[in-house]
């Protein structure tokens, strides 16, 4: 049985509802540019009412440097059946320059006359925009790519580099970019990284990790083409490149910096060994009077261990009190951020100290914390009163002796006056 024949009545308005609610802007002009159809998408791209529209010329959709374009389509039209397909810039009823994909076709009468032109119009400025973006994207990339100080390599798993930038030329020994791209992450490294594992094994699972994860950053052990070795942190990234995953590696060479905190540490190690090596009680708080440092002649000399004096106050550990004790010179330090020197002796020490309190500025000039340098004076104050009673002992013999003198003195002046007198009598006959 032959198919049933289509109903010619019903596919005139199908078509014309088709394209009078299409999304794109579909427009009917004759020769001279003047508009004659105007659908709902055109009111929707260009913001103008269809009685706004129809018998204005076109040219009110066309931005002012634009103004010919329209007019050499038109004379191509006239002389042409061709359907012309370009993108470019068209102008809304608020002003706005937007975008545009646009079609022009010839429209025909019943005797094939070209009595017009039909354009469909496709608002693509999102598009665009997003183009640009990602073109900027592209091209700020590209520059931090090139003038990266680290090393950027470009990677696909299980091949090797497809790319390098100039610091990773020059980071590796190359002479050029592919000179650097036929090696391989492992053939750039040593036989074994420092923790004894093969380098090629181990590239391998660096690289499974950051595919799996997105990211990983780890220190590598990495070789120049010369042979020469250095460390160096790696950042490996998953990126996708025209629907390909690829890794991006950022390499720094941290052998400087490696050296640099192996002198710090040194620096550290000779300098906790001296602050550890004087006798001083020596602690350091900070504006909460919390002991956050202190060197072990402390320790031994209030008989504690370390864990039970950082983070507490130091009037909880030297004074056994619930507040700063007003006699110590940390406290005058704490109110005026200058240093203070006192001789304290709280029987809960035990000993007499002379402390002195010192502020600690930041890089601003800012009060921070305090020093507090304590010194056991014991054997200096037995000393100054054995002194001081040698000195009475002295003085009291001193005294004595003076005393003895004095009497003696009167004695001899005494019997000097006795013999005067005498040798002054008569002698008797």
């Not at 209030?302 to 009190?321: D, F, N, S, T, W």
């Not at 002796?345 to 340098?373: C, K, Q, R, W, Y």
């Amino acid at each position: 049985m032959p198919e049933k024949e289509l109903d010619q009545s019903h596919i005139q308005p199908l078509l014309s509802s088709i394209v009078e609610n299409s999304d794109d802007a579909i427009i009917g002009k004759d020769l001279e540019g003047v508009i004659f159809y105007w659908n709902n998408g055109a009111q929707k791209i260009y913001g103008y009412a269809i009685e706004e529209v129809i018998g204005q010329p076109v040219s009110i959709l066309i931005p002012p440097d634009r103004k010919n374009e329209m007019s050499d389509f038109l004379d191509k039209i006239k002389h042409s059946e061709l359907v012309e397909h370009f993108e470019t810039k068209r102008l809304r009823k608020d002003g706005q320059i937007i975008d545009v994909s646009i079609t022009i076709s010839p429209i025909k009468n019943a005797t094939r006359e070209i009595i017009g032109a039909s354009t469909i119009a496709r608002d693509i400025t999102k598009q665009k925009q997003a183009e640009q973006a990602l073109l900027d994207s592209q091209i700020k990339y590209k520059v931090l790519y090139d003038s990266s100080k680290d090393a950027i390599m470009i990677t696909v798993p299980d091949k090797g580099f497809i790319a390098g930038n100039p610091a990773a030329i020059e980071l590796f020994g190359c002479k050029n970019e592919q000179d650097f791209i036929i090696h391989t992450p492992s053939s750039l490294s040593p036989e074994f990284q420092p923790d004894g594992k093969p380098s090629q094994i181990k590239s391998q699972e660096m690289m499974r990790i950051a595919m799996e994860k997105g990211s990983h950053f780890f220190e590598w052990m990495h070789k120049r083409v010369d042979g020469k070795e250095f460390l160096a942190t790696v950042l490996l990234s998953r990126m996708e490149l025209r629907g390909q995953k690829i890794l991006q590696a950022t390499v720094r060479d941290i052998t400087r910096i490696k050296e640099i905190e192996k002198n710090l540490k040194a620096i550290s190690l000779e300098w906790d060994r001296t602050f550890n090596s004087i006798s001083d009680f020596i602690f350091v708080l900070d504006r909460n009077y919390t002991i956050i440092k202190a060197n072990s002649s402390f320790f031994r000399a209030m008989k504690v261990e370390p864990k039970e004096v950082l983070g507490k106050k130091c009037y909880q550990i030297m004074h056994k009190a619930d507040k700063p004790w007003p006699c110590c010179p940390v406290m005058k330090t704490n109110g005026d951020c200058k240093v203070h020197v006192e001789e304290i002796n709280d029987p809960n020490i035990g000993i007499p100290l002379l402390v002195t309190a010192s502020p600690i500025l930041d890089e601003n000039g800012n009060f921070d914390g305090i020093v507090h340098i304590a010194k056991d004076i014991s054997i200096q104050k037995k000393t100054e009163e054995e002194l001081k009673a040698k000195i009475d002992a002295l003085e009291r013999f001193q005294k004595v002796t003076i005393d003895r003198e004095l009497k003696m003195i009167e004695m001899k002046k005494k019997i000097a006056e006795l013999e005067g007198k005498l040798s002054q009598k008569p002698s008797g006959k």
